[in-house]
């Protein structure tokens, strides 16, 4: 009897807790009734508790929580279908309704049912723009101003739903955040209309000018990119990061900020200056764009309080697994497929940069179901109404997984066949041109996997090498512990040789280019700190930062250690 009593205390010390954490937070909210300063701006969108604004943190700290670099940060939430809709009518404005064939058309459906069955949905809900600020910044106006703190990162609001609406009294609402972002070469960019300087919408159209604000951060991006062909450095690439499975914006930013100065530093710390390497690599510029998402539940910090906090994120797997394809389909397909690839096919943008001896290049960096997010971007790319094509065909030039946590088969369009790989019509989808995977044998994360193998998942790495439907589609290497890309020697199979990471894959066939997968075991092997899934998030040290650099260097096709070139001394070096 003694003993079943003390076994029901220790299964009801978890409830306990949770009870009495509950409890406490209650009686503390109790005791202060002093309301939040944007209490007013959050409430329409039922966004105004302690739960939800942890999605957007950014908005209420946008000076402490922010980029360590220039670029801008795109935040998604998950808001109620009864307050911000889309109907099916707003929603065929950007998406069609039926797609061309039958595994389309399964797939299609399934991401506008849910997009009209559950009772939320994902919406972009404020997007911000960092900046580098020198000795002279600019003022909303354009009127310049010298800055006490030359070289700091400044915030301004693209757009926020979390501003004073255009279609409210100035009486019906608290002060607003009103940080609007100031004018690119003396002229405002969309941000009149109502005299709102952020056009902030009505509830009901939020969905839809969320994707019209993908718009303005293009107008932006596309301003910064043409002041910088008119230096000695103007920007290369566009980076799109994404984080993964229970990351809130807090963390995510932290994260993108480790990955970006790694990188930075692998960049800047080429030690050869004439080495041939050395000198594409210092041209290397990214203009960052970042995506946060809610991939992490409302209440998973509050059952952390009774030690539930594991058992809700397990429960949670199968649930933003489902949230991030649709954030690929809505947010993140229209920024990549419709916003972005406006920019890359800006006639005069392209002339300039070419005079510069750049092609603008759109990448694409995720982790777990980030990665996971920006697959679904890609594929969805063929999901938009024709009336959002952009003159390119959107896409990513590079797409670089770290630990996907997606089944490799989203990659691909078509059946192979077991026995017959001479007419394979398996292919990489549309929109796919250069992809990277990394796959580790201690994540524990991507074993959870209910359906299928995930990329990140070593299981994954063998299959893609032995399973004859992948029909030779698949590169095989290695992503050694610092960061360094090494392939099996045909004549000796226990011999390594280093090479660019890109130029693993062998050079494609018309219509048909490979995906270089990286077992990189000896490189993602430790526990983070503060996180679980074995070395599962093992991706933010400089090892992560290497690769990248690599993959981004023009002049990683030429890179290729066999007769140790003098011009790629320091990419060969030992």
Not at 371 to 384: E, F, G, M, N, W
Not at 428 to 440: D, E, K, M, P, Y
Not at 523 to 543: Q, V
Request: glycine share 8%.
């Amino acid at each position: 009897m003694v003993g079943a009593i003390r076994t029901l205390h220790r299964a009801a010390r978890p409830l306990g807790g949770l009870i009495a954490g509950t409890l406490l937070a209650l009686g503390l909210a109790g005791c202060d009734n002093v309301k939040n300063r944007l209490a007013k701006e959050e409430k329409p969108y039922d966004a105004d508790s302690f739960l939800s604004r942890n999605l957007h943190p950014t908005v209420h700290f946008p000076s402490g929580l922010t980029l360590n670099f220039p670029g801008y940060v795109v935040g998604i939430e998950k808001i109620s279908r009864s307050i911000i809709g889309p109907d099916p009518a707003v929603v065929n404005k950007y998406l069609i309704e039926h797609a061309a064939n039958a595994d389309d058309e399964d797939d299609l459906q399934n991401l506008r049912g849910k997009l009209f069955r559950e009772p939320k949905a994902m919406t972009v809900t404020h997007i911000l723009r960092y900046a580098s600020i020198g000795a002279k910044s600019p003022q909303p106006d354009g009127t310049p101003v010298t800055s006490s703190l030359p070289g700091r990162i400044d915030a301004c609001f693209l757009y926020s739903i979390y501003e004073k609406r255009g279609d409210l009294k100035p009486e019906a609402t608290g002060p607003a955040p009103s940080r609007p972002c100031p004018a690119v070469n003396g002229k405002a960019i969309n941000v009149t209309e109502k005299g709102n300087p952020l056009d902030v919408p009505a509830p009901v159209n939020a969905w839809e000018h969320g994707l019209k604000a993908l718009d303005r951060l293009a107008d932006y991006a596309k301003a910064d990119i043409a002041e910088s062909a008119k230096t000695d450095r103007p920007y290369t690439h566009l980076l799109v990061f994404a984080m993964g499975w229970n990351t809130d914006q807090f963390e995510a930013l932290r994260n993108f900020n480790s990955i970006a100065n790694e990188f930075a530093r692998a960049v800047e710390g080429c030690p050869v200056p004439e080495d041939a390497y050395c000198k594409a690599a210092y041209k290397i510029r990214p203009l960052v764009i970042v995506l946060t998402w809610p991939s992490l539940w409302d209440w998973s910090n509050l059952l952390a309080v009774g030690g539930f906090d594991a058992l809700a994120k397990l429960a949670s797997f199968p649930i933003k697994a489902s949230d991030a394809r649709e954030v690929g389909f809505g947010p993140a397909n229209y920024l990549i497929n419709k916003a972005l690839a406006k920019i890359v096919s800006d006639d005069d943008l392209k002339r300039d940069l070419k005079a510069k001896d750049v092609q603008l290049k759109v990448v694409g960096v995720g982790h777990s179901f980030g990665a996971r997010l920006l697959a679904q971007s890609v594929r969805s790319a063929r999901y938009l109404a024709p009336s959002q094509w952009a003159a390119s065909p959107g896409g990513l030039d590079i797409f670089f997984a770290l630990q996907g946590a997606f089944t490799i088969d989203r990659l691909f369009d078509g059946k192979g066949s077991r026995d017959n790989c001479i007419t394979p019509t398996r292919q990489l989808a549309a929109g796919f041109n250069r992809v990277v995977l990394t796959a580790s044998k201690t994540d524990g994360a991507v074993n959870l996997a209910f359906f299928g193998t995930y990329a990140g998942q070593y299981d994954g790495y063998l299959a893609s090498s032995k399973e004859a439907a992948y029909c030779g589609l698949f590169a095989q290497g290695t992503m050694d512990e610092n960061g360094a890309c090494l392939e099996v020697d045909k004549e000796n199979p226990n011999k390594k040789i280093r090479k660019a990471c890109a130029a693993l894959a062998p050079a494609p066939e018309v219509g048909r280019p490979k995906v270089l997968y990286l077992d990189a075991s000896d490189s993602i092997k430790y526990n983070t700190h503060r996180t679980g899934g074995g070395s599962h998030s093992d991706i933010y040290r400089e090892n992560v930062g290497r690769v990248l650099a690599n993959l981004l260097n023009s002049s990683d096709k030429l890179a290729d250690c066999t007769n140790k070139k003098v011009e790629f001394a320091a990419f060969c070096r030992e």
